[in-house]
């Protein structure tokens, strides 16, 4: 019982230590280097532009949208999807260094 309750309530340490771990990832740094400008692109671009498997860089896109660090852009119609930088994601920015405004 004490162990269920050690750990509740302190979920925001937690969350910024998976946040910042999902950023220090070399592949995920390089995507997020690619949109923290405004960009859009969908995993097949990135793949291209950085030489890695369409899969390989969707799951990384998956890990960066479920931590807030990209959106999904709205198409209006079902296809891969395409992302860009969350405006939410400034934690992310000052991981990348990209934070000079």
Same mark, same amino acid.
């Given at each position: 019982?004490?162990?269920?309750?050690?750990?509740?309530?302190?979920?925001?340490?937690?969350?910024?230590?998976?946040?910042?771990?999902?950023?220090?990832?070399?592949?995920?740094?390089?995507?997020?280097?690619?949109?923290? =400008?405004?960009?859009?692109?969908?995993?097949?671009?990135?793949?291209?532009?950085?030489?890695?498997?369409?899969?390989?860089?969707?799951?990384?896109?998956?890990?960066?949208?479920?931590?807030?660090?990209?959106?999904?852009?709205?198409?209006?119609?079902?296809?891969?999807?395409?992302?860009?930088?969350?405006?939410?994601?400034?934690?992310?920015?000052?991981?990348?260094?990209? =934070? =000079?405004?």
């Amino acid at each position: 019982m004490a162990g269920a309750a050690h750990g509740r309530g302190h979920g925001g340490g937690r969350q910024r230590r998976r946040r910042r771990a999902v950023m220090l990832h070399p592949l995920r740094q390089r995507i997020g280097g690619m949109l923290v =400008d405004g960009s859009e692109a969908g995993a097949t671009e990135i793949a291209a532009e950085l030489k890695e498997a369409p899969a390989r860089i969707a799951y990384h896109l998956g890990l960066l949208f479920r931590c807030g660090v990209l959106e999904a852009v709205p198409s209006g119609h079902p296809s891969p999807p395409v992302f860009r930088w969350s405006p939410q994601a400034e934690w992310a920015r000052k991981l990348l260094g990209e =934070d =000079d405004e």
